[in-house]
């Protein structure tokens, strides 16, 4: 079994499992942008923050902080009797399990991943929380496939994108350089009948003064 909660925003799901047995099969299929909560050196239940696509840890609010901290306190025997406990979370591909731990015990991928954090008491947004509360008896195997198949239609679909963006990009490139050269080409052939106007132009000058300026056979000056 496994409760699912709603944040006071409306616009992420909380989820944890009922023990150590569905906390098992938390940590095994979880999602790539689930992010795991507990508190730091004792015994809790394990929560998950499930982020939109693409999000970053860096994009939990302050609000979404205080709400997983607050419920994973409250679902600690020990920490739910002090006042205030540090909290611990990561990435949930950041959880690593061996075969040599005990239900629910975890370890990191990359320890300097894991994020830490005081929580205080709070049995306001605790009860906000568990007034959204549901039970449900999902196939985590299941919904961890379907996900995947989604993350690779995804990359296929972005591929794809990619590609065709690529091919129209490389066709402007081909297209600019043939317009550079064809203007390249007219430039030279104005420049050409520019050579041959100037010619013929000085060719006509000379022809002109010539006329002008020719001597006559008897000496004089012809006009």
């Known amino acids: 079994m496994v409760f699912y909660f709603t ?9 944890m499992g009922k023990d150590k047995y569905e906390n098992e099969d938390l940590i095994k299929y979880g999602f790539p942008e689930d992010v795991w909560f507990h508190v730091d050196d004792m015994s809790s239940a394990h929560v998950y923050l499930r982020q939109k696509p693409g999000e970053k840890l860096e994009d939990i609010t302050p609000e979404l902080l ?10 600690s025997i020990s920490g739910c009797k ?26 990191y991928h990359r320890p ?3 994020k830490r954090m005081e929580v205080e008491k709070n049995k ?15 196939d985590l195997w299941q919904l961890q496939k379907d996900r995947e198949r989604e993350l690779i239609d995804e990359k296929k679909q972005n591929r794809k994108l990619q590609i065709a963006q690529d091919r129209e990009k490389e066709k402007k490139r ?3 350089i043939l317009k550079a050269k ?31 300026g020719s001597v006559a056979s008897d000496g004089s000056w012809g006009f």
């Not at 944040?7 to 989820?15: A, K």
């Not at 205030?84 to 959880?95: A, D, E, G, P, Q």
């Not at 203007?183 to 132009?201: A, H, P, S, V, W």
């Open 7 to 15: 944040s006071g925003c409306g616009e992420y799901t909380f989820y």
């Open 66 to 75: 205080l709400e997983c901290g607050s419920l994973v306190k409250a679902n």
């Open 82 to 107: 002090m006042n205030s406990v540090y909290v611990i979370y990561t990435r949930w591909k950041n959880l690593k399990k061996t075969s040599r731990m005990v239900e629910g015990e975890v370890s």
């Open 112 to 114: 300097q991943n894991v």
């Open 124 to 138: 306001p947004i605790v009860n906000a929380l568990n007034r959204t509360k549901l039970e449900k008896h999902p």
């Open 174 to 176: 081909k297209l600019k």
């Open 182 to 212: 064809e203007k390249g080409i007219e430039m030279d052939e104005d420049i050409n009948l520019t050579i041959e106007r100037t010619r013929m132009e000085n060719l006509n000058m000379c022809d002109e003064e010539s006329s002008e």
